[in-house]
T-cell receptor, first 117, second 109 residues
Framework: DAGVTQSPTHLIKTRGQQVTLRCSPK?????VSWYQQALGQGPQFIFQ???????QRGNFPDRFSGHQFPNYSSELNVNALLLGDSALYLC????????????????FGQGTRLTVV | DAKTTQPTSMDCAEGRAANLPCNHS???????VYWYRQIHSQGPQYIIH???NNETNEMASLIITEDRKSSTLILPHATLRDTAVYYC??????????FGTGTSLTVIP
């Protein structure tokens, strides 16, 4: 089981550009959440996707958008990049249908380090 | 916003038990307490979670007070590899976490 995989691992973009980050959830998981982690801070919840729709959203502008595919993989898109978007972007997955008793945990990927210059 | 309060940093001698406290005085009845740790900008790693009973697994023990307003994560025999930032999170979703700044645990040889 490969767990949660994210690509690319590192990325450098120029201010104003657009970026797409990718996430493949752990086998058997159907729900993906994205987090942004600035240096020295805890991860901040961006949004969650289930059944190919955005279900929950944190306090992020609509420059941040996402998509979930029928195979449950997901993309995070950020438009009009700002220097402040430089961060580690984390993806987490869970099988939402198995959490009726909350007896499960989310698995995180290793993240994509985005640097905006 | 994070609904937990944790000390910024702690030290623990190698081989001793590490006890990491967490306050969550506004926890709701259907919210669980989760603990994750993050080693040097890797992805957070799940440790343990619980609702109101104490829990134990191969990594740690979780002690939740009877009023559920605080909890303690116990690493029974800390090793150098346990040096990490430990996050205490309360949630009722299992996948939508609001992290605070966590506790930076340093295990000292």
């Amino acid at each position: 089981d490969a767990g949660v995989t994210q690509s690319p691992t590192h990325l450098i973009k120029t201010r104003g550009q657009q970026v797409t980050l990718r996430c493949s959830p752990k086998s058997g998981h159907d729900t993906v959440s994205w987090y942004q982690q600035a240096l020295g801070q805890g991860p901040q919840f961006i949004f969650q996707y289930y059944e190919e729709e955005e279900r929950q959203r944190g306090n992020f502008p609509d420059r941040f958008s996402g998509h979930q595919f029928p195979n449950y993989s997901s993309e995070l898109n950020v438009n009009a990049l700002l220097l402040g978007d430089s961060a580690l972007y984390l993806c987490a997955s869970i099988n939402i249908r198995s959490r009726s008793g909350m007896n499960t945990e989310a698995f995180f990927g290793q993240g994509t380090r985005l640097t905006v210059v | 916003d994070a609904k937990t309060t944790q000390p910024t940093s702690m030290d623990c001698a190698e081989g001793r038990a590490a006890n990491l406290p967490c306050n969550h005085s506004t926890i709701s009845g259907n919210e669980y307490v989760y603990w994750y740790r993050q080693i040097h900008s890797q992805g957070p790693q799940y440790i343990i979670h619980g609702l109101k009973n104490n829990e134990t697994n191969e990594m740690a023990s979780l002690i939740i007070t009877e009023d559920r307003k605080s909890s303690t994560l116990i690493l029974p025999h800390a090793t150098l590899r346990d040096t990490a930032v430990y996050y205490c999170i309360v949630t009722n979703t299992g996948n939508q976490f609001y992290f605070g700044t966590g506790t930076s645990l340093t295990v000292i040889p």
